[in-house]
């Protein structure tokens, strides 16, 4: 949820409103392709390789689809696009379908794009902090995510402290600069395959876990999204983006070092190094690790437990039921039984 690329608002904007763009056909041949929105979580990086890796090799295209990434103005606006028929898909997180879900809004996860937690506690040197209990009596910056705040008072409790144990700071998205400053002694939500790559690069020694090891339930970090109407009514270009972006992926996978290319030239002020490193660690959760479940396929008993972890946190009333949370039927595979 947090990115260090947030001052890069406005040249990143300026450059993706041109991606993707297409001539219209004039020889009166094939018809065009059909325009096709997605709404992005954040700037383009490593957790986007099969998206631009589609785009650039024409995948979209072949489907018949004009694919154009829209990058939001804040983590919880890509889900409120999708409601309000802004955008045909958006690339959210499964915290966020929930909450959603609770507020009234008619969406619903069509695939997971990373189905592990990527958000980590993360402290640099000698602090080294590998467990919750280390947390105590230190300064931890947080960025005023309800959820997140829900995951540190869990982390927290699992450990036997409390929240007046450690010091809480909201510091906003920007969770990096204090860290690095040394503002504070932890943060909670850096993503291990984006800042944590970065702070190793920096030669700054992090120590950075994962929430669901420190007893957060596992769920699906990034889903895609789409309202519950066009999913019961006009399916079909979903499912053909989902099969494009898993080819996509793929090739992302065969050929890193192009996928980083194609980032790079989405959002020019990555560092092509540090995109690399990047990407190569994010390459390995963006596929199915044990080749028995199709491309983007979401657990529905993972999803419950976790639906039950919100509940028992106050963050929604009841588990919802779950084809009003996720479908697995516009997946490119077989769907598990």
Known sequence: MTRPWIAVGVAALA????????????????????????ALDWFPNADHAGVYEGLERGDFDDAGLDVQPQIPSDPSAPIKQVAAGRADLAISYEPEV????????????VGALVREPLTSLVSLGKQGISDARGLDGKRVATAGIPYQAAYLRAILEEAGLNEDDVEQVDVGLNLLSPLVAGKVDAALGLFWN?????????????????????????????????????????PEAIRLFLAALERGTREASENPDEATQALVRANQDLDPKLARAQVARTLPVLLPR???DP??????????????FMVDEDLIDT????????TNALLPGRIPD
């Open 194 to 234: 984006v800042e944590g790559v970065e702070l190793v690069r920096r030669g700054d020694d992090p120590t950075t876990v994962p929430v669901d090891e420190l007893g957060i339930p596992p769920y699906d970090e990034l889903v895609l999204v789409a309202s519950g109407d066009r999913v019961a009514e006009d």
């Open 15 to 38: 450059l993706l409103a041109g991606c993707g763009e297409r001539e219209e056909p004039t020889d009166g041949g094939s018809a065009a392709p059909e325009r096709f929105d997605l």
């Open 319 to 326: 588990v919802p039921a779950t084809d009003e949370m996720l």
């Open 295 to 308: 491309y983007g396929y979401m657990d529905p008993t993972r999803w419950r437990e976790f639906a039950g």
């Open 290 to 292: 044990d080749g028995g």
């Open 98 to 109: 929930l909450l959603a879900r609770q507020e009234g809004l008619d969406v619903v996860a």
